[in-house]
């Protein structure tokens, strides 16, 4: 199995503790430890039926989607996880008789193991590159593993769990004339609820402060989606843990004190409208979207885009 390594462990192992510091979590540490990604798979599975069917159907068109590519595919993903949605489009592509070669990019190590590991079983060649995807330099660089044209993807709502006015713009950086890029995102109607998070969503925001000693005792956890003011038709969910009591978190070898009363900014979680989806792509990031794809339960759309 080939990894390269664009992100060392070490870098993921400072940059955990400075978080823990300034006591706000970005998303790559939620897939990081085995922990946080047993927790994750669990809630995956549970949650995103729907849109690994979107997936399996759109597999079936990417041999003619691929067509000016030509024999040879280079298929880039972005935030790859376990690889289960791609590989419905590798196998699809393989089978039409393509060269396919798949190249993973993630934070996590465990999960770009598997994912290359699946591609391998599959019959096709795959290099996993351990990126950190919100720098637009690590993008640039895995972009560049192959020459356009290229099949970007995106799957599972990666895009919301960063910024997605500056994700997007980064991602379509890497996307040149002859390129594909296809990613979904999770819909919302545009208006505020209650949030009600599922105990496996519960499990898996929790896993790092799990894996730093505390227990669901500690404190307590909020969960508030609110509208983002920047763009109409785009909510923000964000997670929170707030100490009930003073307490000291394992992290790197040594304690971090948390006073009670603090609180650590966990993952947050973008979900979009369908036309804050659409705007985002054409008019912010400068995208033709050339096919879209609701999921049967309309809870996602996934976009075929080209640059313009
Ligand atoms: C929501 S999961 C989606 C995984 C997969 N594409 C799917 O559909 O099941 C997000 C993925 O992005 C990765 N990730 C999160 N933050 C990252 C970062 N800063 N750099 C690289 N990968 C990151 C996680 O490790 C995880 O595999």
């Known amino acids: 199995m080939n990894i390269e390594v664009l992100l060392t462990e070490a870098e993921i192992a400072t940059e ?11 998303e790559k540490f939620f897939y990081w430890s085995a ?14 039926d729907s849109l690994r069917a979107t997936w399996e159907s759109l ?16 298929v880039i993903s972005f935030g790859a996880g376990t690889g289960l949605k791609d590989r419905f489009i590798l196998k699809s592509l393989a089978k039409a008789g ?4 798949y190249y993973p990019v993630d934070a996590s190590q465990s999960l770009l193991e598997v994912a290359c590991a699946g591609a391998e079983d599959e019959d096709c060649e795959a ?8 720098s637009p330099m690590h993008l640039l660089l895995a972009a560049d593993v192959s020459e356009a044209p290229r099949l970007f993807l995106m799957a599972g709502n990666t895009l919301g ?13 890497c996307v040149h004339k002859g390129d594909i890029l296809i990613l979904d995102a999770r819909l919302h109607n545009g208006s505020e609820t209650t949030y009600d998070p599922s105990p496996e969503e519960r499990d898996f925001v929790f896993a790092p402060l799990t894996d730093a000693g505390l227990s669901a005792e500690d404190g307590t956890m909020e969960f508030i989606e609110r509208k983002d003011p920047r763009l109409d038709g785009l909510l923000m969910l964000t997670r929170r843990f707030h100490a009930s009591t003073d307490l000291r978190l394992r992290v790197g070898g040594g304690e971090v004190p ?14 979009f409208t369908a036309d804050a989806f659409r705007w985002l792509l054409t008019e912010h990031a400068g995208l033709r979207v050339v096919a879209e794809l609701p999921s049967s339960d309309e809870r996602y759309m996934t976009a075929v885009c080209i640059k313009a």
Request: zero cysteines; aromatic letters at 8%; glycine letters at 4%.
């Open 258 to 271: 948390v006073a009670r009363g603090e609180r650590i900014l966990l993952n947050f979680r973008y979900r």
């Open 59 to 74: 597999a079936a068109k990417a041999p003619d989607l691929t067509r000016a590519f030509g024999s040879r595919v280079p």
């Open 98 to 101: 393509r060269d396919v070669k």
């Open 127 to 134: 290099l996993g590159i351990k990126a950190d995807i919100s």
């Open 161 to 173: 769990g960063f910024d997605p006015l500056d994700q997007i713009k980064h991602i379509a950086e």
């Open 16 to 26: 955990f503790e400075e978080s823990i510091e300034a006591r706000d979590l970005p």
């Open 35 to 48: 922990l946080s990604v047993s927790a994750w798979k669990r809630m995956a599975m549970r949650a995103d």
